[in-house]
Nanobody, 122 residues
Framework: QVHLVESGGGLVQAGNSLRLSCAAS????????MGWFRQAPGKEREFVAA????????YYADSVKGRFTISRDNAKNTMYLQMNSLKPEDTALYFC???????????????WGQGTQVTVSS
C-alpha cells in the first residue's frame, strides 16, 4: 500500500515555472513506476509524464515534451515534476500515481493522490 500526496500547485502567469512534488508513504516508491496525469475541466484525465522503476527511464506526452521534467528521489520517497514555460492549456488538476502496469495508461497505476491544482493565466 502506498499513500501519495501532491504539493506545489498554484496560480502562475504564462511563461513561468512551477515544481510539483509527490510524497509517498507506506511501501517505498522505488518499487513502482511513478507517473503524473492531469485533468482539465470538462476533459478526461490524460497522461503527462512517467519515470520507470529500476532504470529510471522517462516518458512524456508530446504536449509537454521539452518543457516538463520528471524526476524522483528514492531516498526521500518523492517524485517531482518541473514545469517550465507554462501555458494556459496546462491548467488542470495534476495527479501523481504509482503502479506496475502500462506507463501511459491510467489503468497501469494502482495508487493515486488527491491532486494539486495548477492554473496558468495568460
Amino acid at each position: 500500500q502506498v499513500h501519495l500526496v501532491e504539493s506545489g500547485g498554484g496560480l502562475v502567469q504564462a511563461g513561468n515555472s512551477l515544481r510539483l512534488s509527490c510524497a509517498a508513504s507506506g511501501r517505498t516508491s522505488a518499487r513502482y513506476t511513478m507517473g503524473w496525469f492531469r485533468q482539465a475541466p470538462g476533459k478526461e484525465r490524460e497522461f503527462v509524464a512517467a519515470i520507470s522503476r529500476g532504470d529510471g527511464n522517462t516518458y512524456y506526452a508530446d504536449s509537454v515534451k521539452g518543457r516538463f521534467t520528471i524526476s524522483r528521489d528514492n531516498a526521500k520517497n518523492t517524485m517531482y515534476l518541473q514545469m517550465n514555460s507554462l501555458k494556459p492549456e496546462d491548467t488542470a488538476l495534476y495527479f501523481c500515481a504509482a503502479g506496475y502496469g502500462s506507463i501511459k495508461i491510467q489503468d497501469g497505476y494502482e495508487y493515486w493522490g488527491q491532486g494539486t491544482q495548477v492554473t496558468v493565466s495568460s
